[in-house]
């Protein structure tokens, strides 16, 4: 399979998957979407529920912030693959539970296995724990850090700075920075596909 078809059965998977409990209140799975080919992938949580009625994500609130922080660095959403951590909503937009988290993780690796992003961008804590684990946001955001060969930057989630203004100017200044780190990405060295259930190990974080 190539990485495009590998996208679009991942798209059609998470519509009938059954793997955690949070299949039965979704009316929509949220695959995600962007090109195959993206330099960066952007990763937050989990659907909201505009993007459950309407099987796209970032579409609500924090996605309009989202497209305003992409446009000052000069992005299009269409030029950028958006994912999250788990595919389908969460009840009330509760914070998704380990097991969710857990079952859901086979999509997202194969996304990225596929899209072989120069730099993941990860918005919020879920997102940021699974590949920084035991980071605190407010020590490492906007920094770019190699895990495993691949960049990863994590960032607020937009949500967040939505809901405290202050945090505002801190994600405008994180992404403002994002150009810079993917110029320098592309003396990252080679990806190597690593076995899915490998997690990240937090002895291998170096500082890029
Ligand atoms: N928040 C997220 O984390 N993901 C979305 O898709 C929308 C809002
Ligand atoms: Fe499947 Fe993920 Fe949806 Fe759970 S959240 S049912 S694992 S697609």
Redesign the pocket.
């Known amino acids: 399979m190539n990485p495009e078809e590998v996208l679009r059965e991942i798209e059609r998977q998470?519509q009938v998957?059954?793997?955690?409990d949070?299949?039965y209140s979704?009316k929509h799975?949220v695959a995600g979407e962007g090109p195959v080919n993206a330099a960066i992938m952007f990763i937050g949580e989990g659907p909201g529920f505009h993007e459950n009625e309407q099987g796209r994500p970032f579409v609500g609130a924090a996605g309009k912030f989202l497209d305003e922080l992409l446009a000052q660095i000069g992005l299009k959403r269409s030029e950028v693959f958006i994912g999250n951590v788990?595919?389908?909503r969460p009840p009330g937009n509760r914070d998704p539970k380990p097991e969710?988290l857990e079952?859901?993780d086979i999509?997202l690796e194969r996304q990225i296995q596929a899209i072989n992003p120069k730099v993941i961008v990860t918005l919020g804590r879920y997102s940021m724990a699974k590949f920084l684990p035991h980071a605190k946001i407010s020590a490492v955001h906007g920094r770019a850090m190699r895990v495993k060969d691949r960049l990863v930057v994590p960032m607020y989630h937009p949500a967040a700075a939505l809901h405290q203004p202050s945090l505002r100017p801190v994600v405008e200044r994180d992404f403002a920075q994002l150009p810079e780190l993917i110029a320098k990405a592309e003396d990252a060295p080679e990806y190597q596909v690593e076995p899915l259930e490998e997690k990240s190990d937090p002895k291998q974080l170096t500082l890029f």
């Open positions: 998470v998957c059954k793997r955690c949070l299949h979704r799975g788990v595919k389908c969710e079952a859901c999509y």
